[in-house]
């Protein structure tokens, strides 16, 4: 039998005509239509996450606590990713929902993650070209995010780290067109992220079975 993947998709880039949302977002809702997948979306800035939230954070640790999967999507500004994005990780993956301090001695404590059992995806586009962030900053976006917050509430793993995934130079890409073929003569950055995108969700070039088997993969 079949096992039916629950989806949840964070979205934290407030213009629509964005890389991030047209390309990155997009495609991978076309690919969870396609196959039918069963799929929810958190908006955040169509959601509008700052006053009277209360409601609006236990309806969105409801969805994490439903979905099996969970996609984050977000541009990186000043090394940090959108205001939204960061004020839902504070807000919505809180001591007590998500993780734990567990006493190791009286002067020390280490997280203990709750949502383990979550395979994570996350898309991350920089304006800035690979080589000054891997080498003069240290990749410190990716280093703070996977090991600042995904090890305190999803665990530590190789894989969070390599399902990390980044794109470089991303402003200078415009009017994002989802035909590969218009990817291919615009961008590479654009060419190739519809290209991973839609290898990892079935797309024009797996089988749906491989597509089950990449999701199911995904942690």
């Not at 005509?17 to 390309?23: P, T, V």
């Not at 940090?80 to 929902?97: A, C, I, Q, W």
């Not at 793993?157 to 990817?183: C, D, E």
Request: proline fraction near 5%; charged fraction near 20%; charge should be positive.
């Amino acid at each position: 039998m079949k096992k039916k993947f629950k989806h949840l998709i964070v979205i934290g880039h407030p213009d629509h005509k964005s890389f991030c949302y047209n390309g990155i977002y997009k495609t991978i809702v076309r690919q969870m239509r396609k196959h039918k997948e069963n799929y929810k979306v958190i908006d955040l800035y169509e959601d509008k996450l700052h006053n009277d939230r209360n409601d609006l954070i236990k309806e969105y640790q409801n969805m994490i606590t439903w979905s099996t999967h969970i996609y984050f999507i977000s541009p990186v500004w000043w090394f940090r990713l959108t205001p939204k994005m960061e004020t839902f990780f504070d807000e919505v993956l809180t001591p007590g929902f998500a993780y734990k301090f567990v006493n190791f001695t009286k002067l020390y404590a280490y997280p203990k993650p709750f949502l383990k059992d979550k395979k994570v995806r996350t898309y991350i586009t920089h304006g800035a070209p690979m080589l000054p962030v891997v080498t003069l900053y240290l990749n410190s976006v990716k280093l703070r995010l996977v090991m600042g917050v995904y090890t305190f509430v999803f665990g530590w793993k190789l894989s969070r780290w390599l399902k990390t995934k980044q794109f470089w130079s991303v402003p200078f890409v415009s009017h994002w067109h989802p035909n590969i073929w218009t990817a291919l003569a615009g961008s590479p950055v654009i060419a190739s992220t519809v290209y991973y995108i839609k290898c990892k969700c079935g797309g024009l070039f797996f089988h749906k079975k491989n597509c089950e088997n990449n999701l199911d993969n995904s942690k």
